[in-house]
């Protein structure tokens, strides 16, 4: 005996068309999500980067729309012991963007003060 279906029912071939779901770690048109972290950028990810930057990723601005393989990004800009500088939102290739270690912060000794008094 068949199951009586609703009358706003959807005919089962509507969902056999469906295209496979996107994996979290891509977008609907196929690039992938960037996620918070250190990253060099370099040329591969903007050929605005002719000199390497390293960013720490605060967040990727999925909010614009980009063209196909780009993104919006709202980073820190590091320095070379690994201090921000200055906040960006840069636009730029996820693919080009490789994930590294924070600079260093080494800590220099504190500076020794000369024992000597004066009587």
């Not at 609907?28 to 060099?40: A, F, I, K, M, N």
């Not at 820190?76 to 921000?84: C, E, S, T, V």
Request: aromatic share 6%; charged share 25%; hydrophobic share 35%.
């Amino acid at each position: 005996m068949p199951v009586p279906r609703p009358a706003n029912a959807v005919p089962a071939s509507r969902w056999a068309t469906r295209p496979a779901a996107v994996t979290a770690g891509t977008r609907e048109d196929g690039t992938t999500r960037v996620s918070p972290g250190v990253y060099l950028l370099t040329r591969e990810a903007s050929p605005q980067f002719a000199k390497p930057i390293t960013v720490r990723v605060i967040r990727e601005r999925t909010d614009l729309i980009t063209y196909h393989g780009w993104t919006w990004v709202e980073v820190y800009q590091l320095d070379a012991r690994g201090q921000a500088t200055d906040r960006r939102e840069l636009y730029v290739r996820p693919d080009g963007m490789r994930p590294t270690q924070a600079p260093s912060a080494a800590r220099r000794a504190p500076a020794r003060r000369n024992a000597r008094t004066s009587r």
